[in-house]
């Protein structure tokens, strides 16, 4: 299986996005990560719209969006704008979340559900064949730069055998505290797609440090 890497913009030089949008576009990573906040769901707020408009025109990335928001569904028209691949959002801020995946569905993007690191995997059950992807919080949503909880890999294996259990075509993505000791084990245990902020922005070579993730293996 493909190992996917989609780089965290969150971590980028906001003095200077431009040029490190362009540094990922020639690079090997296969997707942005662009992390959405609003001071509510999250005790932080990063970028929104206006900035977020500059950005999708830059990349030559498909852009994979996280929203940590209360009530996303609003945003779809906003998501869909940025000609965004896939549109993540919280299992804890949705409760009407088959609606919500249903309308990201029908506004032709790729629907994502993401899990805080307390929110067990088992209450995927009924919605995990709705689902393009599960994204594992592996750090408390908010801030980049924060370190890794171990409990992640037990979590990766439970979802992998709700995932084969069921049929679904759901990849599993890790978020939060991801670099490159971590990530050859991550990948091993089931991970399709890792999402690293701090590990490849404050590096001192991206390009590099993304052609290594690309490399590891245990
Ligand atoms: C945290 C964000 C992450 C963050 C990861 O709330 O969802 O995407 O940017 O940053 P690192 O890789 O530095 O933990
Ligand atoms: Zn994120």
Same mark, same amino acid.
């Given at each position: 299986?493909?190992?996917?890497?989609?780089?965290?913009?969150?971590s980028?030089?906001f003095g200077?996005l431009?040029?490190d949008?362009?540094?990922?576009?020639?690079?090997?990573a296969?997707?942005?990560?662009?992390?959405?906040?609003?001071?509510?769901?999250?005790?932080?707020?990063?970028?929104g719209?206006?900035?977020l408009?500059?950005?999708?025109?830059?990349?030559?990335?498909?852009?994979? =969006?996280h929203l940590?928001?209360v009530?996303?569904?609003?945003?779809i028209?906003?998501?869909?704008?940025?000609?965004?691949?896939i549109?993540?959002?919280?299992?804890?801020?949705c409760?009407? @979340?088959?609606?919500?995946i249903?309308?990201?569905?029908?506004?032709?993007m790729?629907? !994502? =559900?993401?899990?805080?690191?307390h929110?067990?995997i088992e209450?995927?059950?009924d919605?995990?064949?709705?689902?393009?992807l599960? @994204? @594992?919080?592996?750090?408390?949503?908010?801030? !980049?730069g924060?370190?890794?909880?171990?409990?992640?890999?037990?979590?990766?294996?439970? @979802?992998?055998k709700l995932?084969?259990?069921?049929?679904?075509?759901?990849?599993?993505?890790?978020d939060?505290?991801?670099?490159?000791?971590?990530?050859a084990q991550?990948?091993?245990?089931?991970?399709?797609c890792? =999402?690293? !902020?701090?590990?490849?922005f404050?590096?001192?070579?991206?390009?590099?440090?993304?052609?290594?993730?690309?490399?590891t293996?245990?």
């Open positions: 299986m493909e190992k996917l890497l989609s780089p965290s913009l969150l980028a030089n200077n431009g040029a949008i362009a540094l990922i576009n020639s690079s090997e296969d997707w942005l990560h662009i992390d959405i906040m609003d001071g509510v769901f999250v005790p932080n707020i990063s970028f719209f206006p900035v408009k500059y950005v999708s025109q830059l990349s030559t990335k498909p852009l994979d =969006v940590m928001i009530e996303p569904d609003k945003f028209p906003e998501v869909k704008a940025l000609g965004a691949k549109m993540n959002v919280h299992y804890e801020a409760t009407h @979340l088959h609606r919500t249903q309308r990201i569905h029908d506004a032709e790729l629907a !994502g =559900v993401t899990l805080n690191p929110t067990p209450l995927l059950k919605i995990i064949c709705d689902v393009d599960v @994204l @594992l919080m592996s750090v408390n949503p908010g801030f !980049g924060q370190k890794f909880i171990t409990n992640t890999y037990d979590k990766i294996l439970r @979802l992998r995932i084969e259990a069921s049929g679904s075509k759901a990849l599993i993505q890790v939060g505290g991801v670099n490159l000791e971590n990530a991550l990948y091993e245990t089931g991970a399709d890792l =999402v690293a !902020g701090n590990a490849i404050n590096s001192d070579n991206m390009i590099e440090t993304i052609h290594a993730f690309k490399e293996t245990i």
